[in-house]
């Protein structure tokens, strides 16, 4: 879902006090001598998958050879050189510091 969410760009519109039911933190501190737009880096920091979801990306983990291998890797230790990783794996080593294994699925970074 992340990935899917990366290929959009967001755009946050006023809308005055008087016409929001329910008021946010932005609409409270409005900053009235400026009326620029404000650029946001918006980001999603939680995901929460049905358990059906989280049962089928455990099963294909298991089962896919690339993510097995990587899940060792992980757990195991990474090689000291690039060189030494099998070449489907390669991909990873950028990011190899950010990966983890939780609940039997591959993330990248804190995301459980």
């Known amino acids: 879902m992340i ?3 990366q290929g959009y760009n967001f755009r946050i519109d006023y809308c005055p006090r008087k016409d929001m039911l329910l008021a946010d933190a932005l609409s409270r501190l409005p900053n009235l001598l400026n009326n620029d737009p404000i650029e946001l880096d918006v980001r ?12 089928r990306l455990q099963d294909t ?27 489907r794996q390669r991909n990873y080593w950028s990011i190899c510091d950010e990966l983890v294994v939780h609940n039997g699925i591959i993330m990248k970074g804190n995301k459980f």
């Open 3 to 5: 990935l899917k969410l």
């Open 44 to 55: 999603v920091n939680f995901i929460q998958f049905e358990t059906d979801s989280v049962k």
């Open 61 to 87: 983990t298991r089962n896919d050879p690339i993510l097995n291998a990587l899940h060792d890797y992980i757990h195991q230790g990474w090689p000291d050189t690039l060189k030494q990783l099998p070449s």
